[in-house]
């Protein structure tokens, strides 16, 4: 059964819908209503006008004479030749279109209690290690963990809660079959897809790339075809799962029909656990947890739960501030792990602008665009270069939900800032973070799920996922629902009953 929705919480769309209150506001919203009614539906609008004029036009006339007068100027020969030539251009514009593609299930691995690894479990883990002996960078590590957005349920590998943690290839591979297979599991569970009709693997894990690789681990388990085509992303950072389904979208449009990709997108942990006292490189310790999703991706719209719209990147590690933003290093003591750099969330707000630039175009609706071609007119004729405002253009009126990466309370805040969305509209994000930290590439479907898990998915509504990551990289995927889960079953199943939960206010500490 689907959990009703909250009474605290509505859709972004019922927060839209929802009645202003005074007449000013009242009469603004009835404005903004119809403006978007007449300029986004712009043709019906002309074409009704156009047939009423021609009504009014033949008012005089009975219905037997504007019969007579249709008969002596189109002949039945002028019907066929625009009917053949309406079915030719209507095949020409299918077969020039490239293939749809969709979404047909997805799974996420869903970790254990065992896993766990509460607050004063760190602490008195971090404790007993040989490495962090300041006082000092303990209590820092600890206040950044309790302001990070991250809950008391996240999970960390086994390796982990070892002393010393086992960083061995042994505990990574350990690892990588344990989060990659569950999450393989799952979507074969929840579809009719068996493995042998998968023509293609693509799996992306940043740091941890053992040979074979993943999409060798997932062939050899699973049995796959001897056909099979692998790619295994490595390196790609946080952003690489939506990475991964442009390049299985673009497979899938050239490829015969009813070909079927699998995506894994995990991070294995259990290697990189940092053990050296640089803050900046001790950060990802604090915010990366255990997780991974595997979806089904195929040409074929059958038992399809989503539909792929548009898909777009921007890479901006020209800048080579950018570039090093998210940077695998050696410290001064020889310690490898990553840096993140303190612009990190400046930068994430920079490349989300100009992924925006070349996303809204083609998610926006022609009101939206209008209003921002008129601010853009109105900042050149007054010559005020950067002191006339642009129009911020409102994407909730191109989407129902947004996945934005939980990659940190710093990251989620600056996008909501930057899109001016709602606290119900990045509720997915923060509870995700809250419940099982960044899961790197995989957040964005943890994020998903939580959106159905809470039942607030319907047949039609569309999703915006972004993603960013090591690159540094902005990535967006707009999807659409085509048919709503049949089922709340998920990495949430166990605990949505008690989402969304209290966070602490930004800057606030627990203990
Ligand atoms: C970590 C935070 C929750 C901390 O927020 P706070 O509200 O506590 O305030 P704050 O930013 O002032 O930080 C608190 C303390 O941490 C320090 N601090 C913050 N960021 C730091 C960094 N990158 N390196 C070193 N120190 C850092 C500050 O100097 C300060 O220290 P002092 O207390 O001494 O003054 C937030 O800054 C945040 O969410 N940042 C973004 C995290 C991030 O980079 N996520 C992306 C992961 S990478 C990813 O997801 C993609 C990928 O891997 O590809």
């Not at 506001?25 to 712009?42: C, D, G, I, R």
């Not at 129009?391 to 930057?418: L, M, S, W």
């Given at each position: 059964?689907?959990?009703?929705?909250?009474?605290?919480?509505?859709?972004?769309?019922?927060?839209?819908?929802?009645?202003?209150?005074?007449?000013?506001?009242?009469?603004?919203?009835?404005?903004?209503?119809?403006?978007?009614?007449?300029?986004?539906?712009?043709?019906?609008?002309?074409?009704?006008?156009?047939?009423?004029?021609?009504?009014?036009?033949?008012?005089?006339?009975?219905?037997?004479?504007?019969?007579?007068?249709?008969?002596?100027?189109?002949?039945?020969?002028?019907?066929?030749?625009?009917a053949i030539l309406t079915a030719?251009?209507?095949?020409?514009?299918?077969?020039?279109?490239?293939?749809?593609?969709?979404?047909?299930?997805?799974?996420?691995?869903?970790?254990?209690?065992?896993?766990?690894?509460?607050?004063?479990?760190?602490?008195?883990?971090?404790?007993?290690?040989?490495?962090?002996?300041?006082?000092?960078?303990?209590?820092?590590g600890l206040r950044l963990l309790?302001?990070?957005?991250?809950?008391?349920?996240?999970?960390?590998?086994?390796?982990?809660?070892?002393?010393?943690?086992?960083?061995?290839?042994?505990?990574?591979?350990?690892?990588?079959?344990?989060?990659?297979?569950?999450?393989?599991?799952?979507?074969?569970?929840?579809?009719?897809?068996?493995?042998?009709?998968?023509?293609?693997?693509?799996?992306?894990?940043?740091?941890?790339?053992?040979?074979?690789?993943?999409?060798?681990?997932?062939?050899?388990?699973?049995?796959?075809?001897?056909?099979?085509?692998?790619?295994?992303?490595?390196?790609?950072?946080?952003?690489?799962?939506?990475?991964?389904?442009?390049?299985?979208?673009?497979?899938?449009?050239?490829?015969?029909?009813?070909?079927?990709?699998?995506?894994?997108?995990?991070?294995?942990?259990?290697?990189?656990?940092?053990?050296?006292?640089?803050?900046?490189?001790?950060?990802?310790?604090?915010?990366?947890?255990?997780?991974?999703?595997?979806?089904?991706?195929?040409?074929?719209?059958?038992?399809?739960?989503?539909?792929?719209?548009?898909?777009?990147?921007?890479?901006?590690?020209?800048?080579?501030?950018?570039?090093?933003?998210?940077?695998?290093?050696?410290?001064?003591?020889?310690?490898?792990?990553?840096?993140?750099?303190?612009?990190?969330?400046?930068?994430?707000?920079?490349?989300?602008?100009?992924?925006?630039?070349?996303?809204?175009?083609?998610?926006?609706?022609?009101?939206?665009?209008?209003?921002?071609?008129?601010?853009?007119?109105?900042?050149?004729?007054?010559?005020?270069?950067?002191?006339?405002?642009?129009?911020?253009?409102?994407?909730?009126?191109?989407?129902?939900?947004?996945?934005?990466?939980?990659?940190?309370?710093?990251?989620?805040?600056?996008?909501?800032?930057?899109?001016?969305?709602?606290?119900?509209?990045?509720?997915?994000?923060?509870?995700?973070?809250?419940?099982?930290?960044?899961?790197?590439?995989?957040?964005?479907?943890?994020?998903?799920?939580?959106?159905?898990?809470?039942?607030?998915?319907?047949?039609?509504?569309?999703?915006?996922?972004?993603?960013?990551?090591?690159?540094?990289?902005?990535?967006?995927?707009?999807?659409?629902?085509?048919?709503?889960?049949?089922?709340?079953?998920?990495?949430?199943?166990?605990?949505?009953?008690?989402?969304?939960?209290?966070?602490?206010?930004?800057?606030?500490?627990?203990?």
């Amino acid at each position: 059964m689907r959990p009703s929705k909250s009474p605290l919480t509505h859709t972004s769309a019922q927060h839209r819908m929802a009645a202003p209150g005074s007449s000013t506001t009242k009469a603004k919203y009835l404005l903004k209503a119809s403006y978007q009614v007449v300029v986004n539906n712009f043709h019906a609008v002309v074409a009704v006008a156009f047939a009423a004029a021609v009504l009014w036009a033949a008012q005089p006339l009975s219905l037997h004479d504007l019969a007579g007068r249709l008969r002596a100027v189109v002949r039945p020969v002028h019907v066929l030749t625009a009917a053949i030539l309406t079915a030719a251009l209507a095949k020409l514009r299918r077969m020039r279109r490239p293939r749809d593609v969709y979404l047909v299930e997805y799974g996420c691995f869903r970790p254990r209690p065992c896993f766990r690894a509460p607050f004063a479990t760190c602490l008195e883990h971090v404790r007993l290690l040989p490495y962090l002996v300041q006082e000092e960078d303990i209590s820092w590590g600890l206040r950044l963990l309790q302001r990070s957005g991250i809950g008391e349920e996240t999970c960390v590998p086994y390796a982990y809660h070892y002393v010393p943690p086992d960083r061995s290839l042994e505990a990574s591979r350990d690892e990588a079959e344990l989060v990659v297979f569950s999450a393989v599991d799952e979507v074969f569970a929840r579809t009719t897809v068996r493995p042998e009709e998968i023509d293609v693997v693509i799996v992306n894990c940043s740091i941890f790339t053992p040979t074979p690789v993943l999409a060798d681990m997932v062939i050899s388990r699973y049995e796959l075809r001897h056909d099979v085509r692998s790619v295994n992303l490595s390196g790609m950072g946080c952003s690489a799962a939506l990475i991964s389904i442009g390049l299985a979208k673009n497979i899938l449009q050239v490829a015969p029909p009813g070909t079927r990709v699998l995506i894994v997108s995990t991070e294995i942990l259990s290697s990189q656990y940092y053990v050296g006292m640089d803050r900046s490189m001790l950060l990802p310790n604090c915010l990366f947890r255990m997780g991974a999703a595997a979806m089904i991706l195929s040409n074929s719209g059958q038992g399809a739960r989503f539909r792929l719209s548009r898909m777009v990147r921007t890479v901006a590690a020209a800048r080579d501030a950018s570039y090093r933003c998210v940077f695998q290093e050696e410290d001064d003591q020889g310690n490898t792990g990553i840096r993140l750099s303190k612009d990190l969330v400046a930068t994430a707000g920079q490349t989300l602008k100009s992924n925006i630039v070349a996303f809204g175009p083609h998610v926006l609706p022609a009101s939206e665009k209008l209003l921002v071609a008129l601010s853009l007119l109105k900042r050149r004729l007054l010559h005020s270069g950067g002191r006339a405002r642009l129009y911020r253009p409102d994407f909730r009126t191109a989407f129902e939900h947004f996945c934005i990466h939980a990659g940190g309370r710093g990251v989620i805040d600056e996008v909501q800032r930057g899109l001016g969305l709602s606290d119900d509209e990045v509720e997915a994000s923060r509870m995700t973070l809250h419940r099982f930290g960044n899961t790197s590439s995989s957040s964005v479907l943890y994020e998903l799920a939580y959106i159905e898990a809470r039942g607030r998915m319907s047949k039609g509504d569309r999703v915006w996922m972004i993603s960013f990551g090591a690159g540094f990289e902005c990535n967006s995927v707009a999807l659409e629902c085509v048919r709503s889960p049949a089922d709340a079953d998920g990495p949430w199943a166990d605990c949505i009953h008690r989402f969304p939960v209290q966070l602490p206010k930004s800057g606030e500490t627990i203990i």
